[in-house]
């Protein structure tokens, strides 16, 4: 059986339970505050550290989940505090919300050094916030677990059900086609997001909040739960009730996780066909906690567990709430068992074994058996080659399959502007067997690697029934997009990579089987082009940007700042 520790060990017990001047000081303003000293001192402090905000749709209900986080930690003896945190939000931060997962992975590091907290609940969900959060509490090296935002309601349109992300890549092209009328593009507007929570396709959220859950940190079948289902509010109490557990037992992420964590958090994201995004964050995430986890590892595994999860964008059918319905991420992750390390343990202490006992599919055409999958291999392949010496990859679950070995000239774009200026340009020399080419979105080049890496197809090929062309970039793409797109490219044109070095006309040739991207120039010509390149000019010369720019990794490394990897751990505050 764990230890529970005694009042005295608690860490918030250097805080308000010692006897001196500095202890006085923080019990009487906590008393200033109307608590009375019973309900904070001796008990578990469990921070709370909450990303809602007005301009975070997916985080509506948080406000009410911090409530209900809690009750739960009030009703198992605990004392819970609200620490607000940066609200990454996808929808509206410029240029790319991914320039500030580091930002609350900071922030969430710093709030649990600093504060008399002695154990945390995350409340994400969201593209960047889990993997934000997760990545600071792993440093932060405290009791923790998260706490799913959860999928939103189906959208409905026009007697159609709708997928966020998806649906509307996929009804904008019609648009731009002229397939349909401006009218009918204006009247989605109101029922593609019908309710708070994140995107319900495959998308980033979605494969982050069971990749997370797999890694054994947050309450089994959690990920699933749409959240404006009852079952959510039960599961955020639940979570408050966790942590004043975990809390007294000391169940750090130190004493939890190991590498089987990892590999069955990257086996269940290729086996969902989650997002291209899940590469990247992992990779931090593992860096974080000290364990070992590449692009190697992550095309191995890939090959070896079977595409399960038949949802948009990768079906054309199912969503979250379907999911759910057919048993959710524990049914899903009971059906991936045989590729799962079932050893491993989580936040509850016990094996993933345990947790999966019992768990059923009741839909085995949305969560397939293994027997029967969608694909025979995981969703995402890992690309290297010439043209990506460090790596590329690509979400072969949403390719057109007949692009996916293909040889053609490269249309180079140097940048966003260019694209946006020329790609519907009737002039634009390009055919449905070109290779769109975008450099300069990156990490440093965007900055932050936006979500630009589903380039749009040209409006003349649209009108001409194209729907899927080879597109390459060293950006990223929605974990809801779709198509024939080659994201992640390493290292990034702004550091002058290959991919800096392309031309017009250039052949490029793709063969996803062999897991190959390469630039079909002699090396001759290749270093004439390095000997002429020059970097583009530093746009950036002050606040976080300026620091992300001098510290960022490339995308095969995480996108983390250099100086806030694994590492010996922050000391703790001297509060004499």
Not at 3 to 27: I, K, M, N, Q, V
Not at 248 to 260: F, G, V
Not at 506 to 528: C, G, M, S, Y
Request: net charge neutral.
């Amino acid at each position: 059986m764990p230890t529970r520790r005694r009042p005295e060990e608690l860490r918030s017990h250097r805080w308000f339970g010692a006897e001196d001047l500095r202890a006085f000081g923080h019990r009487s303003r906590m008393l200033q505050m109307g608590l009375a000293e019973g309900e904070f001192r001796g008990r578990p402090v469990v921070g709370i550290v909450n990303t809602w905000s007005d301009l975070s749709p997916c985080h509506q209900h948080f406000r009410t989940r911090a409530e209900e986080v809690k009750r739960g930690v009030w009703q198992a003896g605990g004392f819970p505090v609200e620490l607000p945190a940066h609200p990454v939000t996808e929808q509206y931060m410029k240029p790319s919300s991914m320039l500030y997962r580091n930002l609350l992975a900071m922030e969430t590091e710093e709030l649990a050094r600093s504060q008399p907290v002695d154990a945390l609940v995350l409340l994400g969900g969201c593209d960047k916030t889990g993997p934000g959060l997760v990545m600071g509490a792993l440093s932060a090296g405290l009791p923790f677990l998260f706490v799913p935002a959860g999928p939103m309601l189906r959208g409905l349109w026009r007697g159609r059900t709708l997928g966020s992300g998806s649906d509307a890549w996929k009804y904008h092209a019609e648009l731009r086609a002229g397939r349909i009328t401006e009218a009918e593009w204006k009247d989605m507007e109101a029922g593609i997001a019908r309710s708070y929570g994140t995107c319900m396709t495959a998308g980033t959220a979605a494969t982050m909040m069971l990749a997370i859950e797999a890694m054994g940190l947050s309450l089994p079948g959690a990920a699933s739960i749409p959240a404006a289902d009852s079952a959510h509010p039960r599961m955020a109490a639940a979570a408050g009730r966790l942590a004043v557990e975990m809390a007294w037992e000391d169940r750090t992420p130190a004493r939890i996780l190991s590498q089987a964590n990892i590999d069955n958090a990257v086996a269940a994201a290729m086996a969902f066909g989650g997002s291209t995004n899940a590469i990247i964050h992992l990779i931090a995430m593992a860096r974080r906690a000290g364990l070992s986890l590449d692009l190697a590892r992550f095309d191995a595994i890939s090959r070896r567990v079977p595409l399960i999860a038949n949802l948009r964008p990768n079906g054309d059918r199912y969503l979250m709430e379907d999911f759910h319905a057919a048993g959710g991420s524990r049914a899903f992750l009971a059906t991936l068992a045989p590729l799962l390390d079932l050893s491993a343990r989580g936040v509850t202490g016990r094996t993933l074994a345990e947790e999966l006992a019992g768990a059923e599919v009741f839909d085995a055409d949305v969560i397939r058996p293994l027997d029967a999958p969608l694909q025979p291999e995981g969703g995402v392949a890992v690309l290297t080659g010439s043209l990506a010496p460090r790596g590329a990859v690509i979400k072969t679950s949403a390719a057109d399959p007949r692009l996916l070995s293909h040889t053609g000239p490269a249309v180079v774009f140097d940048d966003i502007a260019d694209l946006k200026a020329r790609i519907d340009d009737p002039a634009l020399p390009v055919t449905p067997d070109s290779v769109l080419v975008l450099r300069n979105a990156g990490p440093l080049g965007g900055p932050g690697m936006p979500e630009w890496g589903m380039l749009p197809i040209p409006r003349k090929l649209l009108a001409a029934g194209v729907r899927d062309m080879v597109r390459i970039s060293d950006a990223r793409m929605s974990g809801t997009s779709y198509g024939t797109c080659v994201l992640h490219v390493a290292p990034e044109s702004a550091l002058g990579g290959p991919l800096a070095l392309v031309r017009d006309g250039d052949p490029i040739r793709l063969d996803a089987a062999n897991r190959r991207l390469d630039l079909l120039v002699p090396e001759e010509e290749l270093a004439r082009r390095r000997a002429a390149w020059a970097p583009p000019p530093r746009r950036y010369g002050r606040g976080w940007t300026a620091l992300y720019l001098d510290q960022v990794t490339q995308a095969d490394e995480g996108c983390d700042l250099r100086f806030l990897e694994a590492g010996a751990p922050t000391p703790e505050p001297d509060i004499h």
